[in-house]
């Protein structure tokens, strides 16, 4: 299984940045993704889950301004990241369990600042 996230970058408090991640040797459409960050000094931490019945759960810290979806046919779970805030600035990570092992990739660098 691979994960291959992108999509970061700079952008001011209130813009907008949209991850992908690509997954490679798993079935995307019955398995549950999520998307991760980790903060400089800090622990990482999850920030929205996407299973495979549709149902999405978000971090209190991003709900009602980051969105979570996927195209099962080419393999990609999004993270939409709305209104974003300097807290937000994280190196950002996809996830998956399959077969009881956790994957993750590699991650994208998210800066907000102005």
């Known amino acids: 299984v691979q994960l291959q996230a992108s999509g970061g970058g700079l952008e001011q408090p209130g813009g907008s940045l949209r991850l992908s991640c690509t997954a490679k040797?798993?079935?995307?459409?019955?398995?549950?993704f999520s998307w991760h960050r980790q903060a400089p000094g800090k622990q990482r931490e999850l920030v929205a889950e996407s299973n495979s019945d549709g149902k999405t759960k978000y971090a209190d810290s991003v709900k009602d301004r980051f969105t979570i979806s996927r195209n099962n046919a080419k393999r990609t779970i999004f993270l939409q990241m709305n209104s974003l805030k300097p807290e937000d600035t994280a190196r950002y990570y996809c996830s998956t369990v399959w077969r009881g092992y956790t994957f993750w990739g590699q991650g994208t660098l998210v800066t907000v600042s102005s």
């Open positions: 040797g798993i079935v995307v459409s019955i398995n549950t």
